[in-house]
């Protein structure tokens, strides 16, 4: 297969020649035969002017299979990534059931994706109370890496670590390469809602920046102190960016996503009785969110992901607009890189920035750089081709993920998917992806 465009991501006009799945060279764009032959029977396609860059690399999306499939599923998530040229997905140890925190719960969570994946998946597996000894053997089963919570996770299944927990799990992991994920918010900070359970801003009150703040502390401080790799997931709160900078500086192997939620909206112009936009830490202030970007311009955070996060309508209590009992998560999986580029352009952030932190910067994190987020020679041919210029409206109808909840709904986006490919294989209907290791 040859795929050429005026405009590959890095390259310029360029044609990329694909083998076996993945790519063999990146070309002269009139290099379109085989070895300066004769036209060999190969599959040739003129994208003209559209942008050809890496698949979306998303290490950090809630599937919920087994056993929560009415929230979420691998099918219905796939498909979702799919058409929004998503090529890989890390799925989290929860919200399943069983979660992912045991070498058998880890392959009973590769059964449940037999036959209905459109695009590459690796699994994450869960650091929880008392499961330290067993993570090195959840490695060595197809575990990429752990995630964990200091703070309640919101189910029951998937307890939360304190200090002495985090050093056992970092402690455990020395070695190894494999980052321990951590959702950093500190309980001692946290409170019930108070007020209004529909206002907003009484959600918001809730859980304060400095949560955040102080758990980013305590975890560059165990980190440091270990040896091992951390990451802290979906930063809401730009303060922590401090201390991130700090570890940099000192050569402490943290590193830091955030998501386009907290990107793209603020708290201001959240409206009460809309719980589609609840997700833990919450969205912040404009000038919180203007503060992540600036982190972005200075090269502090390292990945931008989605954390979709979805349940059924009912546990998001829509029709009551109650914000203090709605569960906490966001559907974006499918429009993540539209968020993410329509406010990047706003602010002259480049595509290949916005495609690093969504590419290679996931891939990377997640310990499959040596084959996703990047073309060049020898990495999977998993590539999307992109119209940056074109917009669309979200439309319920369009949705493909489980649940058409959505606080994007209604919003107009920049950046249109037309083709996605996974291993040189059009993604879309076919159940052709894979699940994929370190």
């Given at each position: 297969?040859?795929?050429?465009?005026?405009?590959?991501?890095?390259?310029?006009?360029?044609?990329?020649?694909?083998?076996?799945?993945?790519?063999?060279?990146?070309?002269?764009?009139?290099?379109?035969?085989?070895?300066g032959?004769?036209?060999?029977?190969?599959?040739?396609?003129?994208?003209?002017?559209?942008?050809?860059?890496?698949?979306?690399?998303?290490?950090?999306?809630?599937?919920?299979?087994?056993?929560r499939?009415?929230?979420?599923?691998?099918?219905?998530?796939?498909?979702?990534?799919?058409?929004?040229?998503?090529?890989?997905?890390?799925?989290?140890?929860?919200?399943?059931?069983?979660?992912?925190?045991?070498?058998?719960?880890?392959?009973?969570k590769?059964?449940?994706?037999?036959?209905?994946?459109?695009?590459?998946?690796?699994?994450?597996?869960?650091?929880?109370?008392?499961?330290?000894?067993?993570?090195?053997?959840?490695?060595?089963?197809?575990?990429v890496?752990?995630?964990?919570?200091?703070?309640?996770?919101?189910?029951?299944?998937?307890?939360?670590?304190?200090?002495?927990?985090?050093?056992?799990?970092?402690?455990?992991?020395?070695?190894?390469?494999?980052?321990?994920?951590?959702?950093?918010?500190l309980?001692?900070?946290?409170?019930?809602?108070?007020?209004?359970?529909?206002a907003y801003?009484?959600?918001?009150?809730?859980?304060?920046?400095?949560?955040?703040?102080?758990?980013?502390?305590?975890?560059?401080?165990?980190?440091?102190?270990?040896?091992?790799?951390?990451?802290?997931?979906?930063?809401?709160?730009?303060?922590?960016?401090?201390?991130?900078?700090?570890?940099?500086?000192?050569?402490?192997?943290?590193?830091?996503?955030?998501?386009?939620?907290?990107?793209?909206?603020?708290?201001?112009?959240i409206?009460?009785?809309?719980?589609?936009?609840?997700?833990?830490?919450?969205?912040?202030?404009?000038?919180?969110r203007?503060?992540?970007?600036?982190?972005?311009?200075?090269e502090?955070?390292?990945?931008?992901?989605?954390?979709?996060?979805?349940?059924?309508?009912?546990?998001?209590r829509?029709?009551?607009?109650?914000?203090?009992?709605?569960?906490?998560?966001?559907?974006?999986?499918?429009?993540?890189?539209?968020?993410?580029?329509?406010?990047?352009?706003?602010?002259?952030?480049?595509?290949?920035?916005?495609?690093?932190?969504?590419?290679?910067?996931?891939?990377?994190?997640?310990?499959?750089?040596?084959?996703?987020?990047?073309?060049?020679?020898?990495?999977?041919?998993?590539?999307?081709?992109?119209?940056?210029?074109?917009?669309?409206?979200?439309?319920?109808?369009?949705?493909?993920?489980?649940?058409?909840?959505?606080?994007?709904?209604?919003?107009?986006?920049?950046?249109?998917?037309?083709?996605?490919?996974?291993?040189?294989?059009?993604?879309?209907?076919?159940?052709?992806?894979?699940?994929?290791?370190?």
């Amino acid at each position: 297969m040859i795929l050429r465009s005026k405009n590959v991501l890095g390259h310029g006009p360029a044609s990329i020649h694909i083998r076996n799945g993945r790519i063999d060279r990146i070309a002269h764009f009139d290099d379109v035969n085989e070895e300066g032959q004769a036209p060999s029977p190969v599959e040739f396609t003129d994208y003209g002017d559209l942008v050809i860059m890496p698949g979306v690399v998303d290490s950090h999306v809630h599937v919920n299979e087994p056993g929560r499939t009415e929230w979420e599923g691998f099918e219905t998530a796939t498909r979702a990534a799919a058409a929004g040229g998503v090529t890989t997905i890390v799925d989290m140890p929860l919200n399943s059931i069983p979660p992912t925190t045991s070498v058998d719960a880890l392959m009973q969570k590769a059964a449940a994706m037999e036959g209905k994946l459109r695009v590459d998946v690796a699994l994450w597996g869960g650091a929880v109370p008392g499961n330290a000894p067993q993570l090195r053997d959840m490695l060595g089963h197809g575990a990429v890496g752990f995630k964990c919570f200091l703070v309640d996770s919101g189910v029951p299944e998937f307890g939360n670590l304190d200090a002495d927990g985090l050093r056992l799990a970092l402690d455990a992991m020395r070695d190894t390469n494999a980052p321990l994920l951590v959702h950093a918010e500190l309980q001692e900070h946290i409170h019930d809602v108070a007020g209004d359970p529909r206002a907003y801003s009484s959600y918001l009150a809730s859980r304060p920046r400095s949560a955040e703040d102080a758990a980013i502390e305590l975890v560059s401080h165990k980190t440091a102190n270990s040896g091992s790799r951390a990451h802290i997931v979906h930063l809401s709160s730009a303060g922590g960016l401090d201390t991130l900078r700090r570890a940099r500086d000192a050569r402490i192997a943290l590193t830091v996503e955030t998501t386009p939620h907290y990107l793209y909206f603020d708290a201001e112009s959240i409206p009460d009785g809309a719980p589609q936009y609840k997700c833990a830490p919450p969205i912040r202030e404009h000038e919180n969110r203007e503060e992540l970007w600036r982190g972005i311009k200075d090269e502090l955070i390292t990945a931008i992901v989605s954390d979709h996060s979805p349940c059924t309508p009912e546990l998001k209590r829509m029709e009551e607009g109650n914000f203090a009992q709605a569960w906490g998560g966001i559907s974006s999986l499918q429009f993540a890189l539209p968020i993410a580029w329509t406010e990047a352009r706003k602010r002259g952030v480049t595509l290949e920035t916005i495609s690093r932190l969504m590419s290679e910067g996931p891939a990377q994190l997640a310990g499959l750089d040596h084959r996703k987020g990047k073309l060049a020679a020898g990495y999977d041919a998993d590539l999307i081709v992109f119209d940056p210029s074109a917009s669309f409206r979200v439309e319920p109808s369009m949705i493909e993920h489980r649940h058409k909840v959505t606080p994007y709904a209604g919003h107009e986006l920049f950046g249109v998917v037309k083709a996605a490919y996974v291993r040189g294989t059009l993604a879309g209907d076919a159940a052709t992806g894979q699940w994929i290791r370190r």
